[in-house]
Nanobody, 125 residues
């Protein structure tokens, strides 16, 4: 059974930083794409950033490029999202997700197989 556990969310002022972690278990030896999605009140869930465990590529949503950085610890099977220069519009519940994928990064939330419970990040103005 795959389990994704997020941590690190919270409240921060605009311009501040937060670091999210997602610890995965149960993935086995399969090749996965893991990433972060977010859902703001009244909006659809959207892709934020992702990384491929097989080819090492990473992708970002245009709205976070240059501000967010995704990284991973292969030994701990943990993915991190460093969020800098946060804006009030970054306020959302952030979810970690994973899907088996031979190459590249999955960006469609409908295509993800496994989800964490989410962590609320609030950016005050």
């Amino acid at each position: 059974q795959v389990l994704l556990v997020e941590s690190g969310g919270g409240l921060v002022q605009a311009g501040g930083s937060l670091r999210l972690s997602c610890a995965a278990s149960g993935l086995g030896e399969s090749r996965y794409s893991m990433g972060w999605f977010r859902q703001a009140p009244g909006k659809e869930r959207e892709f934020v950033a992702g990384t491929s465990w097989s080819d090492g590529t990473s992708r970002y949503a245009d709205s976070v490029k240059g501000r967010f950085t995704i990284s991973r610890d292969n030994a701990r099977i943990t993915v991190y999202l460093q969020m800098n220069s946060l804006k009030p519009e970054d306020t959302a519940v952030y979810y970690c997700a994973a899907v088996k994928r031979l190459f590249g990064v999955a960006t469609n939330p409908n295509g993800m197989d496994h989800w964490g419970k989410g962590t609320l990040d609030t950016v005050s103005s």
